[in-house]
């Protein structure tokens, strides 16, 4: 395959990965929603490790466990930050009753 032909299966790849990060995000902000509606923080340590856990479980490769994980962190980041932003909260208060 040509270089070009290799990019063109990037863009390809690129172009699903935000249409999966966007249905991710879409999970997010009914989950903020629930929570929020429930009393519950947007921050939950627990799930984030249970997320991380299952992410390295499924990864087979060539990226190593430790740049999965640093790419996930990023991910849960920018979820929490969505949450807030939905939820008219910021990172550092707590949930509003
Ligand atoms: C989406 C949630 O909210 C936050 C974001 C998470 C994520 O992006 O996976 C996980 C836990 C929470 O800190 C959740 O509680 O499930």
């Known amino acids: 395959m040509t270089l070009s032909e290799y990019r063109r299966l990037i ?12 249905q ?10 629930l929570k929020h509606a429930q009393g519950l923080p947007v921050r939950i340590p627990a799930r984030e490790d249970e997320v ?8 087979t490769g060539p990226l190593d466990h430790q ?3 640093r790419l996930f962190e990023q991910i849960i980041a920018e979820s929490r930050r969505l949450e807030h932003h939905i939820l008219g909260t910021s990172e550092d208060s707590p949930p509003k009753s």
């Open 11 to 22: 863009d390809e790849t690129d172009a699903q990965l935000v249409a999966l990060l966007n």
């Open 24 to 33: 991710r995000a879409e999970l997010v902000i009914a989950i903020a929603r």
């Open 52 to 59: 991380l856990t299952q992410v390295t479980a499924h990864n």
């Open 67 to 69: 740049a999965m994980r």
